[in-house]
C-alpha cells in the first residue's frame, strides 16, 4: 500500500515536471506568434501612387516644379527604434516610437542646403511597459540624455525636382548625437512630395557600442549588439 502509494506521488512528481517543461516552452510560443501583436512596419514616406513612375532614383528625371524653401516638421511625424529581440527562445522584434519630433529643411533650387531634427528620448514607448522602463532607465538614460538629434553635415543634391505624388531616394550626411555621443553617419532617405509638403523617411543603423549604450538585453530577452533608429518627418513650408 505505501508502495504503491509512492508510486503514484512519483509519478504525479514527473508529470508535473514535464507539464513545467511544456508551459515553459508553449507559453511564450503560443505569446509571441497568437497573442503578442506584430511589430509595427517600417516608417515609410511613401503614400500615394502617382501616375508617373513611383519610386525613382535621386539624378533623374521627375519634373520641374519649384518646391525652394524652408520647411518645418508638423504632425504626423514619428522616431524611434527597432531591434532584434529573442524572448524565451523566440524571435520577435522590440519597436518604440515618439510623436514628439521637431526640426526643419531648407531646399534651394535640387539642393537640401539645410536641415535637423530632435526626437524626445523621454516619450517613447513600446507595447511592453517593463522594456520602457529599461529604455528610459539602464539603456538610454534619458533622465541625462533626453534629446537624440541629426544635424546635416553637407547638401544633399538631386540633379532634379521630384514630381507630384513620386517618391525619390539619396544618401544624407550627417551628425548624429546619441546617449551623449555625437558620431558621423551616412543614412538612406526617401522622400515624397506632395503639394506645397515633403514626407521623408529613413533608418539609420546604431551600434550600441559605438553611442556607449549598454546592450539592451535583460531578464529573459536577448538581443543582437546593434538596432536601427527609424524617422518618418512630415514637413510643411514653414
Known amino acids: 500500500m505505501g508502495a504503491s502509494s509512492g508510486g503514484r506521488r512519483w509519478r504525479w512528481l514527473v508529470v508535473g515536471v514535464v507539464t513545467v517543461a511544456v508551459l515553459a516552452v508553449a507559453g511564450p510560443f503560443a505569446y509571441i506568434n497568437f497573442i503578442k501583436s506584430d511589430a509595427p512596419a517600417p516608417l515609410t514616406a511613401a503614400t500615394t501612387t502617382p501616375s508617373s513612375p513611383a519610386t525613382t532614383q535621386a539624378g533623374q528625371s521627375t519634373g520641374d516644379d519649384p518646391i525652394a524653401g ?13 531591434v532584434k529581440e529573442v524572448l524565451f527562445g523566440q524571435d520577435t522584434e522590440a519597436v518604440g ?8 529643411i531648407t ?7 539645410a536641415g535637423d531634427f530632435s ?6 514607448q513600446s507595447d511592453q511597459s517593463r522594456r520602457d522602463n529599461q529604455f528610459h532607465t539602464r539603456i538610454m538614460d534619458t533622465a541625462t540624455y533626453p534629446t537624440a538629434t541629426f544635424k546635416l553635415a553637407q547638401p544633399i543634391e538631386l540633379a532634379s525636382l521630384p514630381a507630384d505624388g513620386a ?5 544624407a550626411l550627417g551628425q548624429l548625437t546619441l546617449h551623449g555621443t555625437t558620431r558621423q553617419v551616412t543614412v538612406d532617405v526617401s522622400a515624397q512630395r506632395s503639394a506645397s509638403s515633403i514626407r521623408l523617411s529613413g533608418q539609420i543603423p546604431v551600434s550600441f557600442a559605438d553611442w556607449n549604450i549598454p546592450n ?6 536577448s538581443t543582437e549588439d546593434h538596432g536601427l533608429i527609424e524617422f518618418l518627418l512630415v514637413l510643411a513650408r514653414a
Open 216 to 221: 539592451p538585453s535583460f531578464g529573459p530577452a
Open 107 to 113: 531646399v534651394d533650387g535640387t539642393r537640401v542646403t
Open 167 to 171: 517618391t525619390i531616394t539619396a544618401k
Open 70 to 82: 524652408s520647411y518645418s516638421v508638423t504632425s504626423g511625424s514619428q522616431a524611434g527604434y527597432r
Open 97 to 104: 516610437r515618439t510623436s514628439a519630433v521637431s526640426g526643419q
Open 119 to 124: 526626437v524626445d528620448l523621454t516619450t517613447v
